[in-house]
T-cell receptor, first 111, second 113 residues
Framework: RKEVEQDPGPFNVPEGATVAFNCTYS??????FFWYRQDCRKEPKLLMS???SGNEDGRFTAQLNRASQYISLLIRDSKLSDSATYLC????????????FGKGTKLSVKP | DAGVTQSPTHLIKTRGQQVTLRCSPK?????VSWYQQALGQGPQFIFQ???????QRGNFPDRFSGHQFPNYSSELNVNALLLGDSALYLC????????????FGQGTRLTVV
């Protein structure tokens, strides 16, 4: 079983739609959680960190459930520019900051 | 302030050859990690360098080796290239102690033919 698993996608949605990505992690020693965005043939960039209390950044909301080892990302009012691959990422305690990535879920927002 | 820079951006090598990829970390960063991203997959951790030593290593064979220089820049070397080594190689830097803040370079796309 992979340490970080995500919805396989791809997600094809119209502009203005709300889309949700889910992710599960297998190692209970995971201590930090993130969503990264990766545009085609580019490097991953941090979209947002994920906190137990949930956090929001504009149209983006991230949630973490430690008991279920589950992470989610909600994008409201999708824009064409949101089209990208979204990577769920965890950092294990004691791993000195090295990141474990999910396979990623591709989102295509259509006009 | 330059971010993480990697060179070259693209590279084509023949099976069995050796390759060296380079990374300059973001200003103020002293720790460099390397990742391999195969097509359609998420990045996989190769190894991390701090104070010119390999500190952690992922599940990669000894054909993958590295180095960190006194100016914190780093090299990734891959010997005896296989077709399966074709991937995007990403370098990420951070400041030791700030485990959550890593910045990625644009990557080197290696194609082995």
């Amino acid at each position: 079983r992979k340490e970080v698993e995500q919805d396989p996608g791809p997600f094809n949605v119209p502009e203005g739609a709300t889309v949700a990505f889910n992710c599960t992690y297998s190692n209970s020693a995971s201590q930090s959680f993130f969503w990264y965005r990766q545009d085609c043939r580019k490097e991953p960039k941090l979209l947002m960190s994920v906190y137990s209390s949930g956090n929001e950044d504009g149209r983006f909301t991230a949630q973490l459930n430690r008991a279920s080892q589950y992470i989610s990302l909600l994008i409201r009012d999708s824009k064409l520019s949101d089209s990208a691959t979204y990577l769920c990422v965890v950092n294990k305690r004691g791993s000195q900051g090295n990141l474990i990535f999910g396979k990623g879920t591709k989102l295509s927002v259509k006009p | 302030d330059a971010g993480v820079t990697q060179s070259p951006t693209h590279l084509i090598k023949t099976r069995g050859q050796q390759v060296t990829l380079r990374c300059s970390p973001k200003s103020g960063h002293d720790t460099v990690s390397w990742y391999q991203q195969a097509l359609g997959q998420g990045p996989q951790f190769i190894f991390q360098y701090y104070e010119e030593e390999e500190r952690q290593r992922g599940n990669f064979p000894d054909r993958f080796s590295g180095h960190q220089f006194p100016n914190y820049s780093s090299e990734l070397n891959v010997n005896a290239l296989l077709l399966g080594d074709s991937a995007l190689y990403l370098c990420a830097s951070r400041r030791q102690g700030l485990e959550t803040e890593a910045f990625f370079g644009q990557g080197t796309r290696l194609t082995v033919v």
